[in-house]
């Protein structure tokens, strides 16, 4: 029987169990979603009111991420536990809302599988310890939690980036998957990469051409996994990007990508580049 030297268990133990975990972690995952953007929303208004203070009313309900509890965007009825079984209550409902049956968004679902499979493919390839195995699936479900957020919203928090560079960080002190020098190389090289050329976009078109938070996910991917990376990742990304914007133009719908969530891209190319680092090792 195969057997993971992550943990001297049974592969085939090991993989299903994995990407069970990663079924319920995209489920969190996709509260984190929904939730953070509005929870940003309600932080920057009332620090907005308590600085200038107007007759315009806050948020009655101060939101988090695990009150209130799950319910319907349209009814406001709570989802009961057999409807939030991840990707299984979806089927099973038909994409709709067991109340008011209004349509359930596919993202939910598919943000569900995603981290399912990434996790189970980790399981697969990661040939070391269990440390390795942790670390491989925090970043994944951080990156595919920044990349749907970055599609929908725009936006790439920093409650998130910033604590993924600490921890890439951390995890190269003593080399898990660079030299801590050529990871602190890798942080301030991408940073400073995009920056300039955030820059020179603005003194050539007189306009922002890239958000901060591309800049902070680049400098925690070159945390990661070092300066020499950056390259690779900046140009999977750009191709990413390229490619989809030309698929949807002939639809017509590449206008919805004014702004082009380019940490979308920069997260994909970033976890691709997880995974050659660890079938290469």
């Known amino acids: 029987m195969p057997m993971s030297p992550a943990a001297s268990i049974p592969l085939q133990i090991l993989l299903p169990a994995l990407a069970g975990l990663g079924l319920a972690v995209g489920s969190f995952l996709n509260v984190v979603i929904h939730r953070l953007p509005l929870m940003l929303e309600q932080q920057w208004l009332t620090a907005l009111h308590e600085a200038e203070p107007t007759e315009a009313a806050l948020p009655a309900r101060r939101l988090t991420l695990f009150w209130p509890p799950s319910q319907c965007p349209h009814c406001a009825q709570p989802v009961r536990p057999w409807q939030n079984i991840p990707l299984l209550s979806y089927l099973l409902l038909r994409g709709r809302c067991g109340h008011c049956r209004a349509p359930i968004s596919a993202r939910y679902p598919m943000v569900e599988l ?36 970055d599609l929908e919203q725009r936006l790439l928090p920093d409650v998130i980036v910033l604590p993924l560079l600490w921890l890439g960080l951390l995890a190269n002190l003593h080399g898990r998957f660079v030299s801590l020098p050529e990871a602190v190389l890798g942080a301030v090289a991408g940073y400073g990469v995009l920056w300039m050329v955030s820059r020179l976009y603005r003194l050539l078109r007189d306009r922002d051409g890239m958000g901060e938070g591309d800049l902070k996910l680049l400098a925690a991917l070159g945390a990661w996994f070092g300066w020499q990376m950056l390259a690779p990742m900046l140009l999977l990304a750009s191709l990413g990007a390229l490619v989809t914007l030309a698929v949807l133009w002939p639809t017509g719908r590449a206008a919805r990508f004014e702004h082009v969530p380019f940490g979308t891209f920069l997260g994909a190319a970033g976890w691709i580049c997880l995974l050659m680092q660890l079938i290469g090792r």
């Open 114 to 149: 995603a981290c399912g499979l990434g996790f189970g493919l980790l399981a697969a390839l990661v040939p070391q310890s269990p440390g390795t195995l942790a670390l491989a699936s925090v970043l994944t479900a951080a990156l595919l939690a920044l990349a749907v957020i």
